[in-house]
């Protein structure tokens, strides 16, 4: 029976730098899915003088394998380069498919953060990537619809229910791990209670490190179809992002 560990982590844009390298090189983890993380196709070197990029990431935890989906892209030094941010599956075990799945909005590479940024990111790509691991495992990692109500809103019901579709017909053990921006007693997270939310399982009640926004919020989850079993779920104490570490080993 395959025995894997798992991370889920929103990285901030690795705006944290160092931190999270140093966390992924002092702990063994088989699968990590990333949200909000950062590379640049133009200037790789150049973002990774200010940030922790996905290249440096792979490295630290020494990763073979990986998909990666762009959210959207915002230009950075003399506007000749793109930051892309997404998510990413780093991987261990080897990928044999994957799949990248628009939940809300459009893709851009001229996002511009200024005083109307809430409508802008509102509009950007909130997107999933899905990949199926050698071992038979489907992992999705997805950057959950944004809104200022942890509940959510109706757009966030509609965007649950396609991350929810995505999957809802796979063959084999499933695993999400996201930032929803959404507490599990939010109306959209009814739309994958076909799966076992260890948030909520666990009665977690903060994944947020109180960096930016100050409040008591779990908006980071991982589900499991109900043929795994799991163990040694946490919520790490590290200051590594905005966000906390969350982790789990999962057996199926």
């Not at 196709?41 to 490295?59: I, N, R, S």
């Not at 980071?220 to 590594?240: A, Q, R, T």
Request: charged share 30%; aromatic share 8%.
């Amino acid at each position: 029976m395959p025995k894997i560990k798992v991370l889920q982590l929103n990285v901030w844009t690795g705006r944290m730098k160092g931190a999270l390298m140093r966390f992924l090189r002092e702990n063994e983890y088989d699968v990590v899915c990333l949200e909000e993380a950062v590379w640049s196709e133009q200037k790789p070197l150049h973002l990774a003088h200010f940030f922790d990029t996905v290249d440096g990431l792979k490295a630290a935890g020494g990763f073979e394998y990986e998909v990666r989906q762009s959210n959207w892209g915002t230009r950075f030094a003399d506007g000749s380069a793109i930051m892309e941010q997404g998510n990413v599956i780093l991987s261990h075990v080897p990928i044999t498919e994957s799949e990248k799945i628009r939940i809300h909005g459009e893709y851009s590479n001229e996002m511009i953060y200024d005083e109307n940024w809430e409508a802008k990111v509102k509009a950007q790509g909130w997107d999933a990537v899905k990949v199926k691991l050698e071992n038979g495992l489907t992992v999705v990692a997805h950057h959950g619809y944004w809104d200022r109500d942890p509940l959510g809103d109706e757009t966030s019901i509609e965007c649950a229910r396609k991350v929810a579709d995505a999957v809802r017909d796979e063959v084999g053990p499933v695993l999400i791990c996201a930032d929803m921006n959404l507490i599990a007693e939010s109306p959209a997270m009814r739309e994958l209670d076909f799966l076992t939310d260890l948030t909520a399982e666990t009665g977690t009640k903060q994944t947020l490190m109180n960096l930016k926004f100050v409040k008591d919020v779990a908006c980071d989850h991982i589900w499991i179809s109900k043929d795994i079993k799991w163990s040694n779920f946490e919520v790490h104490k590290e200051v590594v992002s905005d966000h906390a570490a969350v982790s789990v080993e999962i057996e199926f």
